[in-house]
Nanobody, 127 residues
């Protein structure tokens, strides 16, 4: 079992940047593929970005490609989401998620595939 704590959200103007962090505790962090999802008011939770166990492979939703970067530091048991050029449409609660991975290069994009979730951190982008 792994516990996830999301942080780093806040209020930012359009065009600004934020970096979200997700700190993991419990079982060996490097065994987990990680993902970020978000949920805006009245909408379903959606995929944002994913990263493999090794950190070598990443994948992004089209809506954030080129603006967001997912990364991980296995020595610090932490995954990050660097968000640049933020838009009002990025306003949502952001959640990190973890899934036991059986190969170093695999990542997952469906929320149903993930086993553990953080509590979420609010990101609000003003126009």
């Amino acid at each position: 079992q792994v516990q996830l704590v999301d942080s780093g959200g806040g209020l930012v103007q359009a065009g600004g940047s934020l970096r979200l962090s997700c700190a993991a505790s419990g079982r060996t962090f490097s065994m987990y593929a990680m993902g970020w999802f978000r949920q805006a008011p009245g909408k379903e939770r959606e995929f944002v970005a994913a990263i493999s166990w090794s950190g070598r492979n990443t994948y992004y939703a089209d809506s954030v490609k080129g603006r967001f970067t997912i990364s991980r530091d296995n020595a610090k048991n932490t995954v990050y989401l660097q968000m640049n050029s933020l838009e009002p449409e990025d306003t949502a609660v952001y959640y990190c998620a973890a899934k036991v991975a059986y190969s170093t290069g695999t990542y997952y994009t469906s929320l149903r595939q993930y086993d553990y979730w953080g509590q979420g951190t609010q990101v609000t982008v003003s126009s």
